[in-house]
């Protein structure tokens, strides 16, 4: 069975970083191309970023390049999410999910909440 | 970026009943391999998103065959022929084609 658990969520105030996690388990995770994909409170789904399967290339919107940095780690079959310089509007659950690159997202974890805020 | 158009915003159906929703896309979504990432997510309250349709028209593992995808270009449709209980939620289309991937801003399936 197809497991992926968010951790590293939380409070935290704008312009400083947060690190998330999302350790997976149930299939060969080296295989596959990972995302993250967030929800701001009450609202739609956006896209964060991408990166494929041996972590030589990423994919970002507008709206994180330069801020957050998706990262793998193969070996512990464990996803990343570094994010900089955080502004309110990057409260939001965020989802790590297996990619069945270039199309969709065919699992999901759970979601972990960041709250961007003094 | 493109922008998936969801029609309409809310559905409100009896059970039983069919549901037909819309996504409108401001570009075509056919790739240069010949594919169209079009996809349909339902997220039921309080639940992750879950895969339904890929592709516009395949249904992922465990999707019941009363959801049905269809379209080609910059129109698309998710067709639940016979509505139950547990489709209730929150349904998204998504653009893999073009970057940035996108999603549409949800059509709202509840009970009337």
């Known amino acids: 069975e197809v497991q992926l658990v968010e951790s590293g969520g939380g409070l935290v105030q704008p312009g400083r970083s947060l690190k998330l996690s999302c350790a997976a388990s149930?299939?060969?995770?080296?295989?596959?191309?990972m995302a993250w994909v967030r929800q701001a409170p009450k609202k739609g789904l956006e896209w964060v970023a991408t990166?494929?399967?041996?972590?030589?290339?990423?994919y970002y919107p507008d709206s994180v390049k330069g801020r957050f940095t998706i990262s793998r780690d193969n070996a512990k079959s464990s996803l990343y999410l570094q994010m900089n310089s955080l502004k309110s509007e990057d409260t939001a659950t965020y989802y790590c999910a297996r990619q069945n690159y270039p199309g969709p997202f065919a699992y999901w974890g759970q979601g972990t909440l960041v709250t961007v805020s003094s | 970026d493109v922008v998936l158009t969801q029609t309409p915003v809310s559905l409100s159906v009896t059970l039983g009943d069919q549901a037909s929703i819309s996504c409108r896309s401001s570009q075509s979504l056919e790739y240069s391999d010949g594919y169209t990432y079009l996809e349909w997510y339902l997220q039921k309250p309080g639940q992750s998103p879950q895969l339904l349709i890929y592709?516009?028209?395949n249904r992922f593992s465990g999707v019941p065959d009363r959801f049905i995808g269809s379209g080609s270009g910059t129109d698309f449709t998710l067709k639940i022929s016979r509505v139950e209980p547990e489709d209730l939620g929150v349904y998204y289309c998504?653009?893999?084609?073009?970057?940035?991937?996108?999603f549409g801003a949800g059509t709202k399936l509840e009970l009337k």
């Open positions: 149930g299939f060969t995770f080296s295989n596959y191309y």
């Open positions: 998504f653009q893999a084609t073009h970057d940035p991937y996108t």
């Open positions: 592709e516009v028209s």
């Open positions: 990166i494929s399967t041996s972590g030589s290339r990423t």
